[in-house]
């Protein structure tokens, strides 16, 4: 979940979640915005203080994206066929 759609679903404005968080309408248009500069230098303690507002934990408000991108699934793969010259051949 992310911190727009948490704030939607608890059916508040960006000002009434800044006003019962205690932070500026500007902080959480920021945040909304996915800016993770910005999420960086916000105190720790106004991500908590959102999150108790909006009744989830603080990393269902910003979710970390994966480090590495998702790898294909290689059973949907169309089996390839043996490669006849690297068979192994007894020429005894």
Do not use: C, W, Y
């Not at 800044?18 to 248009?29: F, P, S």
């Not at 960086?40 to 990393?59: K, Y």
């Not at 590495?68 to 169309?78: F, G, S």
Request: hydrophobic share 45%.
């Amino acid at each position: 979940m992310e911190l727009k759609i948490a704030r939607r679903i608890a059916r508040l404005s960006r000002q009434e979640l800044a006003q019962r968080a205690g932070l500026d309408v500007a902080v959480i248009v920021r945040l909304e915005s996915g800016d993770r500069d910005f999420l960086n230098e916000v105190p720790f303690r106004s991500i908590v203080h959102l999150a108790q507002v909006l009744g989830v934990s603080p990393t269902a408000l910003f979710p970390v994206p994966p480090l590495l991108p998702t790898l294909p699934r290689l059973v949907d793969e169309p089996p390839v066929a043996p490669d006849p010259d690297l068979e192994d051949h007894d020429d005894v």
